[in-house]
């Protein structure tokens, strides 16, 4: 029998478009999410579904007769209902989990401490057993089974009026499947926040799947009425006597019965969902994140269980429910009023497109604690001290000293708690799919400077595409070139009007430039790397410009592997990791490797070696000099080694991927979003009064960004701006009476210093 052939779909609008053949058969699509190999490589083999890939992707906000254990026409028409009233809800006797925590050490030792608390100093038993119990009521309550399941019932409901399809990969669920039949080790899901729906969507997901009902941490910002109904649907929060500091060591009962509850929940082997940063927000390791990782980690070493298994998820929208606006303003606390109107209003709103769930690889908590690679990268020089005397032109950065940027001192248990969730936090953003509204947006934003043919747009989305595909990102989107690009501009914020006998596009303006540049943060995630690289070559050139002159063509230019080197590691020291997508267990110079790596590999850079240097094919014995080796067959070989043998310096002449001309243009564009925040950040340091309270300095720098016309007024990179220039030793923090403030540091008073932490961001902005 022979196959069927893939037909080809004609054109007619644009002569060089002539045939195209459905783009997304050329490729495999990658089951994406691998856990670590340099951190966990016991856990690389585990549970990864290479047989299960041809399985594809499922609906699971449609429920079908499959989803029960009845068949017939009449179950078709009721199969959700029929479905709900099966799923396992786990019983609880409130009375015996009081009992095991006022029991549990942790709980006794904070019980019996001499510190006076609101118990009184006579520490009746009585007294200490109502508060216990007043905190535990303000972490949970007792599940509801017929509250849940009417809610699971209605939930379906909702999904398929607010999304076209939910959709998840069979061989992930099969996979996570897998790690829960693992006897006697709980499953910890840890997920990246895209939209407040985040927490309904995987709690269905996994209940509806068979993995279990889950206990999902909640946001502390929410009212009472809402909070006792999350609670009573399997939400848990933190208690309110916490330390206000996560680092305190100290939390007292609060924290004790924290520990104690996450102990019973992990015993019980109930799965345990985590968010570990806020909703379309700075992609940062958020403080109640921390909280429940030590609370994971406490549960390993008191030996409560013998292992956890942790899964990281990426969640993606088309256009994330929730997360529409403008993020000029600080989150606000979500009520039960504000919940029901915003579903009403998905009831009656167009769809929001598609969402795609993917799990990525399980891995073990114990073997990432016994390992701890991360920790030590956490300790080293941070940016103040390294990228600073560069900016300052005071001396060239010391390659050898060079850390992540992060906490250099607190304890053990801190510093593990931040390798961990830096750690998890970054496969979950890996493992998000790039939508096509996403590719649509990176292109309309950092593709085209003028009006631009709806017929060019389609071939640059499929080359674009295929770019993400031949690097193995997932992508959510499939189906026929045309329909998802006019379904992803339907989606995308207002345009100018497509002219039907031209089919143009003007260029967006400054309102729909913000929102587009939140969208087309999933392709600068997963192109970060050769983002970096392609700027580091923009400043390159601008440096040989003055010299040599402007060149007839790029691709004449050929640089040198170690001033490329040399200027990816400035532009690593200067941005957040977290931005950029980086494991924090390598030092920043292996991903410098890595950047280079991969701009050589995606046909960017093509190494150049002069006709007299080209060595043959000799294999006759060479006599080493004295002291030498074979070390110049690896990155560590030194200079002095290749100047006494004769090795030609390594260097590299630009080009660009076929078929994609100006890819190295558009790669320097996906950072120009927060390289020009980074740039009128500097320009504003000069205006407001110092010290001042950080709060009000965000908000007065949003402010700022906003007279720009061609800006980005985005909270998240304006709060990434921050952080980099308190990690860069730019601003620092003062005690007042009335709390911390910013203050602008001695080094950057003057102006001068200001201009060249100017010059040294402006180097890399697009060309």
Not at 629 to 635: I, M, V
Request: overall charge neutral; proline content about 9%; hydrophobic content about 40%.
């Amino acid at each position: 029998m022979t196959p069927p052939r893939t037909q080809p779909w004609l054109v007619p609008s644009c002569p060089k478009l002539d045939m195209c053949i459905p783009f997304l058969g050329k490729y495999h699509r990658p089951v994406s999410g691998r856990s670590c190999q340099t951190c966990t490589p016991r856990s690389w083999d585990g549970f990864y579904p290479e047989e299960l890939a041809p399985l594809g992707f499922r609906d699971a906000s449609r429920l079908t007769e499959a989803d029960t254990r009845f068949r017939g026409w009449l179950v078709r028409r009721i199969c959700g209902f029929l479905a709900a009233c099966e799923w396992e809800i786990p019983a609880e006797s409130p009375g015996e989990l009081l009992q095991r925590i006022c029991s549990s050490r942790r709980v006794r030792d904070a019980a019996s401490s001499p510190e006076p608390g609101p118990r009184g100093d006579e520490g009746s038993q009585q007294c200490c057993k109502e508060e216990i119990c007043q905190i535990l009521g303000e972490i949970q309550a007792p599940l509801s089974p017929l509250l849940l399941r009417l809610c699971h019932w209605l939930l379906p409901k909702l999904l398929t009026r607010v999304f076209l399809s939910v959709q998840v990969h069979r061989a992930q669920l099969e996979m996570v499947l897998r790690a829960a039949r693992t006897p006697e080790v709980p499953l910890v899901f840890l997920c990246s926040h895209q939209s407040p729906l985040d927490g309904p969507l995987l709690s269905f997901l996994l209940l509806s799947q068979g993995v279990g009902l889950p206990r999902v941490a909640v946001s502390t910002r929410t009212s009472p009425r809402l909070r006792s109904l999350l609670q009573r649907l399997g939400g848990i929060f933190l208690p309110s006597g916490l330390a206000p500091a996560w680092s305190e060591r100290d939390e007292g009962l609060p924290g004790a019965v924290l520990d104690a509850y996450v102990q019973e929940v992990l015993r019980s082997r109930q799965p345990l969902v985590l968010f570990l940063e806020e909703p379309s927000g700075f992609v940062r390791l958020v403080e109640p994140a921390r909280r429940w990782l030590l609370r994971l980690l406490r549960a390993l070493r008191d030996g409560a269980v013998p292992d956890a298994l942790l899964v990281p998820v990426g969640i993606a929208y088309d256009l994330a429910p929730g997360g529409l606006q403008q993020r000029a303003a600080p989150p606000e606390p979500l009520g039960l009023g504000s919940c029901l109107r915003a579903a009403f209003q998905a009831l009656c709103c167009r769809h929001h497109g598609f969402a795609r769930v993917d799990f990525s690889q399980p891995f073990s908590l114990r073997e990432f604690v016994d390992n701890n690679l991360v920790g030590p990268m956490l300790r080293g020089s941070p940016p103040e001290q390294l990228l600073l005397p560069t900016i300052l032109g005071r001396g060239p950065l010391d390659v050898g000293s060079v850390g992540n940027s992060g906490p250099t001192s607190g304890t053990e248990e801190e510093i593990l708690v931040t390798a961990l969730g830096l750690h998890v936090l970054s496969d979950s953003r890996a493992c998000s799919a790039v939508t096509a509204v996403g590719i649509t947006a990176a292109l309309l934003l950092h593709r085209y400077q003028e009006v631009v043919l709806l017929p060019q747009l389609m071939w640059d989305f499929s080359k674009l595409l295929e770019q993400l595909l031949l690097r193995g990102r997932a992508v959510s989107c499939s189906g026929r070139l045309r329909v998802l690009l006019l379904h992803s501009l339907r989606l995308l914020p207002p345009l100018q009007p497509l002219q039907p006998p031209l089919r143009l596009l003007q260029p967006p303006r400054a309102l729909a430039r913000a929102r587009l540049g939140q969208l087309a943060g999933g392709v600068r995630h997963q192109l970060a790397g050769e983002a970096v690289g392609a700027c580091a070559i923009r400043a390159l050139v601008l440096e040989m410009l003055p010299v040599l002159g402007p060149p007839s063509s790029l691709t004449k230019i050929v640089l040198s592997r170690d001033e490329l080197l040399h200027k990816i590691l400035e532009l690593l020291q200067l941005l957040p990791p977290t931005l950029l997508g980086l494991q924090p267990c390598r030092p920043p110079d292996c991903h410098s490797l890595d950047v280079l790596d991969k701009l050589i590999l995606g046909g960017l850079l093509e190494e150049e070696v002069a006709e007299e240097e080209r060595w043959g094919c000799d294999v006759a014995p060479r006599r080493l000099g004295q002291g030498q080796s074979l070390g110049f067959f690896t990155d560590d070989s030194d200079s002095d080694g290749e100047l006494e043998l004769g090795v030609p310096k390594q260097c590299y002449k630009l080009r660009g991927p076929q078929g994609f001309p100006g890819f190295l243009l558009f790669l320097c564009r996906l950072l120009s979003p927060v390289l020009q925040t980074y740039g009128r950040a500097v320009q504003f340091l000069q205006r407001p009064p110092w010290p001042q309270p950080e709060q009000d300095y965000v908000e007065a720098l949003l402010e700022f960004l906003a007279e720009d016309e061609d800006g980005y007024p985005d909270r998240s990179l304006a709060l990434s701006s921050l952080q980099s220039f308190k990690d860069m030793g730019v601003l620092e923090e003062l005690q007042t009476p009335t709390g911390p403030a910013l203050q602008l540091s001695q080094p950057f008073q003057s102006a001068s210093s200001r201009e060249k932490l100017a010059a040294f961001i402006q180097q890399f902005t697009q060309l």
